[in-house]
């Protein structure tokens, strides 16, 4: 925590740049030049990865909240559409239902874009559990980022159950909003 603390201080004191500009100033029979110091602190790299990680917690928690019914429309909403399909997919392995594939057709489908040991392969959407009460973003910390991509170690907890889900998640950022472009899970500890 501490080094995340001084590396961003490190990081908004090199955002910052300094401009001079000088002022000649006369007063009756003086003549004074006085320099003026204006810092302008430019957007930081990491002023989006703070709204990515807000709009993120709060989507999470939106989702959870909202009744089942709604939690398929509030998941397209929040995914990329690639995501999305790859989601369900997992999340339909081995069904009896249509277009329910494999685990060997889903890996052999979906290999070359995503992690596919860590897709949380029938299970539901950010967490591996069927039943849940509340569930609340304990923690959601930047891994990495780059341009308009954010990752995210996030967990999320259920005192309900007593549980927590560990998972990493990537934020892209799209014509303006945030969405959620992978999620790799893993079993509850």
Avoid at 164 to 189: C, H, R, T
């Amino acid at each position: 925590m501490k080094r995340t603390i001084i590396a961003s201080l490190f990081l908004i004191t090199a955002c910052k740049e300094e401009k001079k500009e000088s002022i000649t100033m006369t007063e009756p029979g003086i003549q004074q030049a006085k320099e003026k110091v204006v810092l302008n602190t430019a957007a930081t790299p990491d002023h989006d990865s703070g709204e990515a990680k807000k709009w993120l917690e709060k989507s999470i928690v939106e989702y959870f909240k909202a009744d089942l019914v709604s939690q398929d429309k509030n998941m397209q909403k929040m995914t990329t559409q690639e995501y999305y399909d790859y989601k369900t997919d997992a999340t339909n392995v081995d069904l009896d239902i249509d277009g329910s594939l494999t685990e060997k057709e889903f890996k052999d489908k979906w290999k070359n874009k995503f992690n596919t040991d860590k897709a949380g392969i029938g299970v539901g959407f950010l967490i591996p559990a069927q039943d849940w009460n509340n569930i609340e973003v304990e923690s959601c910390e930047l891994k990495s980022s780059s341009k308009n991509e954010y990752t995210f170690n996030v967990v999320l907890r259920d005192d309900g159950y007593k549980a927590k889900y560990p998972s990493v998640i990537k934020v892209i950022k799209e014509n303006g909003s945030f969405l959620i472009a992978d999620v790799l899970q893993d079993e509850p500890k």
